[in-house]
């Protein structure tokens, strides 16, 4: 299709530079949807029409702003034509209304039936318009406030210039929408990419839901901007472990991301690839005052960075402030507003400010970083006092709770999400600020309640004050009861409700105890349970205190990894005795492991946690093997010192009872391995990038020892780790399979290589069966008492192992009876190495506590 030229359709009133040269892109890629692509030349003649339609002489044009095409094209044709554009949101019937009362637009441009309308309401403005006068954004993303930030051409194009610097925009760059167009923020993402030619992947999709993610990988789109309620959604959809090959880097402004979090993304970025921008502004400044170099965010997560370029920085003293250093932060630079409209006489109205009064608190540090620290405006009076609430919102966070508070009349108002005790958040906030717990107001809230730029609507919740009741935790005694459950399972006494197991250090060991009794607790087992934070577990309709203690419903679930482990290790002692042979358990059980490393050791935290993670499962492994192997040496002369550094199938393969072991050295030397490869910086970022592929690419290297394609099996006797440990990484594998084809590529897999291991068919078709239980069924059906005895078995596994050889040989006459010795022994075992680890841990907890401290 021919492109029109410009100059014929366009009023003779100058435009802004980047909109004025949409044609100068040519065919690339402007916008993306899912509906296809649109090039700048395509975009510039549909922008050419609409201004067209817009007229020639300035008005006042409304555009309901939205991420769609009909308002890009809106928006900028108005600025193109040299109208003075009000972008207002959509969706808010009452806000929209409110705006068009007060300022009486000329035009009004937005949806309609059919598509959109623009509905002239006059031939000539009503109004006398500023010649630099531009664009009206109400601040902060607020809606129907008659209060509106007056910005200028020269504010727009400048602030787009500056932010397409210091992020270093490319014509090949494409941003996702995530934040609306009406938003100044979100609206700074569309103008700075427009100014250097890249494209916008323009959806108003959330980041929450899938449909997004499927957009942003077949757009390969390479950037998106969030505010600190983005990542609380990133958290809860599992970016961390997202395959996003074209992501470059992303944004972050709108409000305080807590250093810690900073820290974490700053990481993850460094991980897998791409930088993280941590930025500071307001609707005041075009959108950008400073911005946080990428490589600065881990070393100063705190800070807001440095200025924009052709911005600069500096402090008003603040008389009642403690702390000399501080200061209101005020900014100059060429994106500072006009000035405020209050009513249409404003828009008459010249420059009438030349810099920009912030009203944060901040300070510069002594590596010349601007850092905020508080705001001016937030403090609230209560009862003679002075509260900062960013404080009180600090200490909540430093508890587990997302929370807002404002002031209100006479009371300070705390809005916390989720589930929580009244009583004691109240009591914490009220002795953190000096204020009487009666001056506490704390509203119990499913959501905090939230602008369209994801701040806190302050309005909102002072309105949710004033008309309600406060309000109960949504099912506390249910939520108390699962903390106190896993406080006891976990040992921890840090449990909240927004914790979940695998953020509380749970490991494959105390994953079968709590796994067993949280099905006898809900009724059920939620998929991927060990993910999901306490407050999200909710009982089933047959979970009771009835079916609790026996009576009513007895057939469960049970998970299918505990089963297994279960199973096995009777399969293990049992064919030891041997009261009956049925081999292979010990194969599956490596299986099962390689499973359960995916599950608690690759968790989202960043490499060193990781590392931790790891530490800390072989210590549970080696200590207590050690210890037993010790104390067998200590009566007898069964074991060498081979066999108690865990060497022997390296250094002494030929000992007699060296081999007993050989399933805890395959283990060790397998975490070991893993620890030393993921400890490697370029091995985690693909680690994390591609979660499923990874261990199928070890599988391949480990099958290497199974089919001993050099040769070295029969000469050296290589160790189990190097000749079984393809089922370990298939474990992994298998756990990892997202969808029908990667679980039948990992069955594949299996079945292909099992067969021909051991050359006993039986024992083979018992490892194939237990794998495709593992990878298809998460659960199996139970009964009560069946998940009780498989729990127990599943989680002193271990522990029977280890001790069943000092057992059944005594017992070889009564082959029954030496199953069940030998069962209880190792059941004994470990209870007596939890013990021994809570004393352990109450010790290290009592020396580090401070003195006089409570719990």
Request: charged letters at 20%; a neutral charge; glycine letters at 8%.
């Amino acid at each position: 299709m021919p492109v029109t030229p410009l100059s014929p359709l366009l009023p003779a009133v100058g435009g802004l530079p980047f909109v004025r040269d949409l044609a100068a892109h040519g065919d690339r890629p402007a916008v993306v949807t899912r509906d296809g692509e649109l090039s700048y030349a395509d975009l510039a003649e549909r922008v050419a029409r609409t201004a067209d339609r817009l007229g020639v002489g300035r008005r006042l044009v409304l555009v309901v702003g939205a991420n769609t095409v009909d308002s890009l094209v809106a928006y900028l044709a108005a600025l193109h034509a040299g109208h003075p554009v009000l972008l207002v949101p959509g969706g808010h019937n009452a806000a929209l209304a409110s705006l068009v009362d007060a300022y009486d637009p000329d035009v009004v441009v937005g949806p309609a039936e059919g598509g959109w309308r623009i509905e002239h309401r006059r031939a000539a403005s009503a109004h006398d318009l500023h010649p630099d006068l531009a664009l009206l954004l109400s601040t902060s993303g607020s809606t129907g406030s008659p209060k509106l930030v007056r910005l200028s051409q020269a504010n727009l194009q400048a602030n787009a210039e500056s932010i397409a610097g210091y992020l270093g925009i490319r014509d090949t760059d494409r941003a996702a929408t995530t934040l609306p167009l009406h938003y100044c923020y979100g609206l700074s993402v569309v103008n700075s990419h427009l100014v250097r030619g890249a494209a916008l992947v323009l959806t108003d999709l959330s980041v929450a839901d899938t449909c997004f993610w499927e957009l942003f990988r077949d757009a390969r789109a390479t950037t998106f901007a969030g505010v600190p309620y983005t990542f609380d959604l990133l958290d809860r959809v599992g970016f961390a472990a997202m395959d996003l090959p074209h992501l470059r880097y992303v944004t972050q402004a709108g409000g305080r991301l807590a250093p810690d979090r900073v820290r974490r993304y700053a990481e993850l970025g460094r991980r897998a690839g791409w930088d993280l921008f941590v930025m500071y502004g307001q609707t005041e400044a075009t959108a950008r005052m400073a911005y946080l170099p990428p490589d600065l965010a881990l070393d100063h997560p705190a800070a807001i960075g440095v200025p924009v370029p052709g911005g600069a920085f500096r402090l008003a003293p603040v008389a009642d402030h403690p702390d000399p250093d501080v200061g209101e932060l005020v900014y100059a630079g060429p994106n500072v507003m006009l000035g405020y409209a209050h009513s249409p006489a404003d828009l008459a109205l010249g420059r009438t400010v030349d810099e920009l009064h912030t009203g944060d608190l901040a300070r510069r540090t002594a590596d010349g970083l601007w850092e905020i620290v508080g705001r001016r405006s937030r403090f609230a009076k209560i009862l003679g006092l002075r509260i900062d609430p960013q404080q009180i919102e600090a200490l909540l966070a430093a508890h587990g709770f997302s929370a807002t508070c404002a002031g209100g009349d006479d009371e300070l108002i705390v809005a916390v999400a989720g589930a929580g005790d009244p009583r004691r958040l109240r009591r914490l906030v009220a002795d953190e600020v000096g204020l009487p717990p009666r001056a506490v107001r704390i509203l119990l809230l499913a959501e905090l309640p939230r602008l369209a730029s994801g701040k806190p609507d302050l309005v909102a919740l002072r309105g949710l004050a004033a008309a309600a009741v406060e309000a109960p935790a949504p099912e506390p005694a249910a939520a108390g009861d699962l903390c106190r459950l896993y406080a006891e399972v976990l040992d921890r006494t840090d449990v909240t409700p927004d914790l979940s197991f695998v953020d509380l250090g749970g490991d494959s060991l105390s994953y079968v105890e709590m796994s067993v009794r949280l099905e006898q607790e809900l009724g059920h087992l939620p998929a991927n349970w060990h993910t999901l934070p306490i407050a999200e577990l909710r009982p089933s309709a047959r979970a009771g205190h009835a079916d609790r203690r026996g009576v009513g419903p007895r057939r469960r679930s049970l998970e299918t990894s505990v089963a297994l482990r279960a199973a096995a290790i009777v399969l293990i002692v049992g064919s030891h005795i041997p009261l009956f042979t049925i081999t292979g358990g010990a194969h599956l059980l490596l299986a099962v492991a390689g499973f359960n490393f995916a599950r608690f050791q690759l968790t989202d935290a960043g490499r060193r946690d990781r590392l931790r993670q790891v530490g800390a499962s072989l210590l549970r492994v080696v200590l207590p093997t050690t210890a037993w192997i010790g104390a067998v040496m200590l009566v007898s002369d069964q074991y060498e010192l081979s066999t108690l550094l865990l060497v022997n199938s390296i250094l002494r393969p030929d000992v007699p009872d060296g081999w007993h072991f050989w399933f805890v050295e395959a283990l060790v030397y397998l975490l070991v391995g893993l620890a030393a490869l993921l400890g490697l910086r370029r091995v985690d970022r693909w680690e994390r990038r591609h979660p499923f592929a990874f261990p199928l690419a070890l599988t391949a290297l480990a099958l290497l020892g199974r089919y001993d394609v050099f040769g070295l099996d029969a000469r050296y006797d290589l160790p189990s780790a190097l000749v079984a440990g393809w089922l370990f990484t298939l474990g992994w594998a298998a756990a990892r399979a997202d969808g029908v084809r990667q679980r039948l590529l990992v069955t594949g897999a299996v079945a292909a290589t099992v067969p021909g291991f051991f050359g006993e068919p039986w024992r083979e078709a018992l490892i194939v069966a237990g794998f495709a239980l593992l990878t298809w069924k998460p659960t199996v059906p139970s009964l009560a008492l069946v998940n009780k005895v498989a729990g127990v078995l599943a989680a002193s596994s271990l522990y029977i192992y280890l001790t069943h050889w000092q057992v059944y040989p005594h017992l070889r006459d009564l082959p029954l009876v030496a199953l069940a010795a030998s069962i209880a022994l190792g059941i004994a075992y470990a209870a007596l190495v939890n013990r021994v680890s809570r004393w352990i841990a109450a010790w290290r907890s009592a020396r580090h506590e401070p003195a006089g401290a409570t719990r």
